[in-house]
């Protein structure tokens, strides 16, 4: 029994150590896969690593792609734009037409018979008088010119004589252009354009430019800029009607910006010009050119804007006609022998000198607009002009040979003041701008012919339904400051004006 | 004072890297774009440069430099346009680009659509 006890002990002993061998041995091989996985992760890891560098690396070199096409593109585009000295003169080269017109529906209310009669209808009427057409081109980036033109029906259906109840063999004649078209036998009317400007512009530098040409007077608020969209009334100034200033001139102007402060211009112009004169487009009729001088301060704020500006003139006006005289033989052939048989002489039929100042005033703020101008203006006669038949008889003379009258020295005050304003509607009816308007006007034209001068309130409402369009309702009062004219008149307009 | 910081959606306004001045006030901005002014201050012919019209650019453009609407902004060109015969700066699609290239040239872009050394700032419009 020991016996078999004793081998039972052994076996169970060995039976251990055999098992604690298979365990140790287990355990060995795990630790050798644990050796062996950990060995693997830290490869899958590593390849991992790299991996992310690699990616990282073609990131950047993407990156670097792009930044190289885009350089390219710019290169391209550059390459696209070289051949041209200076590219953005090249850039900015254009020729463009544009241009405004506006149709008027008018009446004027006035005494019968009145002189009015002469100048206005007395039935309402439909009118065209603005077609003004601008062609312009900038050929370098310094270098510009431009034409404006204004067409017209006239002088279609204008007066050109009046019949005299005085004289029974005068009579009325009116202007008739009409022609026939040879293949239709069609009448056409033939109508008229007006040169405005026509001229040169040299831009090198804000503080000095050049003006060669035909070009607008630099004065006033409404001289320059003179679209039918732009001014206010229905009408210009009645100053500008009658020319007070010399509304264009033909010769050179040198005119100029400065910036003394950053909210501060400071404008200048220079003119020399033909000045005023039957001919003065295109001839001068005497050695005297005119001369004028323009300065204006311009400040913008950031809600109110203001300039004050002034032009002052000088020149001179002469009218020439030109008188042959010419030797004759008895039998009324030429006279060779003679030291001069063909004289012409270029007689003075009147000069005068004129000084005119002007003054300009332009506020804007918070939808208001005040604008204010005044001129002054003294003519003096060198060698008298004598009257017209028409303005003989207002001058209280009879239109007969046998009395002449001359035109006498003469002063001009005029000034007008304008006040509009925006309504703050914009909120409800943006695009659509309505303004109401104001204007005073008090003119003596010339102290010595009463007839033209007069006093006028004139009221308003514009409607900017466009940029583009305009519509004007407009009536006025007119006071005439000579009792010749009649009573005060009323006119009213209905204008719509569009730029294109 | 406190620092501003940068936002992408700043407007830096960018000339030619030849343009003879390196700061710009927002008042002479403003008259260079509205082409009251036509010369650089150190000489040289001013080309300002807008982005088309339309663009979010231009509007923001407009409203922070010029103070207007982009209906203002027409009404004010149509008006010039009657007046003076002066058309709007023209417009380039890429006005970075544009800069880069025309000589006396400045426009405006996005802090975000800037790239470095291919043209100067000359003022920065926070948002």
């Known amino acids: 029994m020991a016996d078999e006890t004793q081998t039972e002990d052994s076996a169970s002993t060995e039976n251990k150590h055999d098992r604690i061998e298979t365990l140790e041995q287990q355990v060995e091989t795990l630790l050798k896969r644990d050796a062996e996985h950990r060995q693997t992760q830290e490869e899958m890891a590593a390849q991992i690593t790299t991996l992310e560098q690699a990616n990282q690396q073609k990131d950047e070199d993407g990156q670097k792609l792009e930044e190289r096409v885009e350089e390219l593109e710019f290169e391209g585009e550059a390459a696209a734009m070289e051949g041209a000295e200076d590219e953005s003169s090249e850039m900015e080269r254009k020729f463009s037409i544009w241009g405004f017109m506006d149709l008027t529906l008018a009446k004027f209310w006035y005494n019968e018979k009145s002189p009015y009669t002469l100048y206005l209808p007395e039935q309402s009427f439909f009118t065209m008088t603005n077609i003004n057409l601008y062609f312009f081109s900038r050929m370098t980036q310094t270098l510009s010119a431009i034409v404006e033109?204004?067409?017209?029906?006239?002088p279609q259906g204008s007066d050109v004589e009046y019949g005299y109840a005085q004289l029974p063999d005068s009579a009325y004649e009116r202007y008739?252009?009409?022609?026939?078209?040879?293949?239709?036998?069609?009448w056409m009317n033939q109508g008229g354009i007006t040169i405005e400007r026509a001229h040169l512009t040299y831009e090198p530098v804000d503080w000095l430019n050049f003006i060669v040409g035909r070009y607008i007077t630099p004065y006033g608020i409404w001289n320059i800029d003179h679209g039918s969209t732009v001014v206010i009334p229905a009408r210009i100034p009645y100053m500008q009607i009658r020319e007070m200033m010399v509304?264009?001139?033909t010769g050179v102007q040198v005119y100029g910006r400065f910036f003394p402060s950053r909210?501060?211009?400071?404008?200048?112009a220079m003119t020399l010009s033909n000045g005023r004169g039957p001919a003065e487009a295109t001839v001068d009729l005497d050695e005297n050119k005119a001369v004028g001088l323009r300065l204006r301060m311009y400040a913008k704020g950031k809600k109110i804007k203001a300039q004050l500006g002034g032009y002052a003139y000088y020149g001179t006006y002469t009218n020439r006609s030109k008188v042959l005289d010419m030797s004759f033989n008895s039998d009324m052939t030429l006279d060779q022998d003679a030291d001069n048989p063909v004289t012409v002489e270029n007689r003075n039929s009147g000069s005068y000198s004129e000084f005119i100042v002007t003054a300009d005033l332009l506020i804007?703020?918070?939808?208001?607009?005040?604008?204010?101008?005044?001129?002054?203006?003294?003519a003096w006669y060198q060698t008298k002009e004598m009257m017209g038949e028409q303005a003989q008889v207002f001058a209280g003379g009879r239109p007969s040979p046998l009395d002449t009258f001359y035109w006498p020295n003469w002063i001009g005050d005029a000034m007008y003041c304008l006040l509009a304003y925006k309504l703050p509607?914009?909120?409800w009816i943006a695009p659509v701008r309505i303004r109401p308007y104001f204007s005073f006007e008090y003119n003596v034209v010339e102290d010595t012919r009463e007839w033209i001068n007069l006093t006028g309130y004139v009221f308003g409402l514009n409607v900017e339904p466009s940029p583009f369009v305009t519509i004007k309702a407009e009536g006025a009062k007119v006071i005439p400051h000579d009792d010749i004219m009649g009573e005060d008149m009323w006119t009213a307009a209905l204008q719509i004006a569009v730029s294109f | 004072m406190e620092a501003q910081t940068d936002s992408p959606d700043d407007l830096l306004i960018v000339a030619h890297i030849l343009v003879p001045v390196d700061r710009l006030s927002p008042v002479e901005l403003e008259t260079i774009f509205l082409k009251q002014r036509g010369s650089w201050r150190g000489g040289g012919k001013i080309v300002a440069i807008n982005a088309k019209k339309g663009t979010e650019l231009r509007k923001q453009f407009a409203r922070r430099a010029l103070d207007m609407t982009p209906e203002e902004e027409q009404d004010f060109w149509e008006d010039q346009k009657v007046r003076k015969g002066i058309d709007a700066p023209p417009e380039f699609t890429n006005t970075l680009k544009a800069v880069f290239k025309l000589r006396g040239s400045i426009s405006y872009v996005r802090r975000r659509d800037y790239r470095e050394n291919v043209s100067k700032i000359l003022l920065v419009l926070r948002k």
């Open chain 1, 364 to 378: 804007e703020a918070f939808g208001f607009r005040l604008q204010s101008e005044y001129i002054h203006r003294y």
């Open chain 1, 263 to 268: 909210r501060l211009f400071i404008d200048y």
């Open chain 1, 149 to 154: 033109i204004r067409f017209s029906f006239l």
């Open chain 1, 425 to 427: 509607l914009d909120p």
């Open chain 1, 247 to 249: 509304l264009s001139q």
């Open chain 1, 176 to 186: 008739d252009s009409r022609v026939v078209e040879p293949f239709t036998s069609m």
